[in-house]
């Protein structure tokens, strides 16, 4: 049974542009200059080094150390598409799956610091519940190009 004001599928895209306009703000809010010269990175570096589970070690070792300036322009414009995709509807699935990803990453690296994880927790509760109830099928540009019916 729909509400009264908006039908589910509605309902599920203010779900979806919810969370973009978060991946946004995570974007928008970060120092980019600062990012850029390093210091995300650099900061990441420390956590994953002194991680409690060396698959994170070795992880942030042979993946994010040897290409620190690649990995945050990855990490930083990686929540700019989010947000923007997500927001407009446009290749949906693909978004909620890399946002889900990507706040599983941060889960697993910032592991130790519980302040974190409620916005991570509830950011991939978001893409799990937008994905299965397909989300893209009100208020989207996916669902105005006929895409993932």
């Keep these: ?25 995570s974007w928008r809010h970060k120092d980019k200059k600062a990012w850029f010269r390093g210091s995300g990175i650099t ?20 993946v994010v150390e040897p290409r620190p300036k690649v990995m945050a322009y990855v990490v930083v414009y990686a929540e700019l598409a989010l947000g ?10 693909v978004a909620l ?8 990453l941060y889960f697993v690296l910032m592991i130790h610091d519980w302040a974190e994880q409620g916005q991570n927790s509830m950011m991939a509760l978001i893409s799990v519940v937008a994905f299965f109830g397909m989300a893209w ?5 996916d669902a105005a190009l006929g895409w993932f019916r």
């Excluded at 923007?84 to 949906?92: R, S």
């Excluded at 099928?137 to 540009?141: I, P, Y």
């Design 84 to 93: 923007l995709g997500l927001i407009a509807g446009l290749l949906t699935p």
């Design 43 to 62: 900061w990441a570096a420390g956590i994953a080094g002194n991680h409690r589970w060396s698959a994170v070690r070795v992880g942030f070792e042979r």
């Design 1 to 25: 049974m729909d509400s009264i004001w908006l039908s589910g599928a509605q309902w599920l895209a203010v779900l979806r542009i919810g969370l973009g306009l978060w991946w946004l703000e």
């Design 97 to 104: 799956v890399g946002g889900l990803l990507l706040n599983l």
């Design 137 to 141: 099928q009100s208020w989207s540009l």
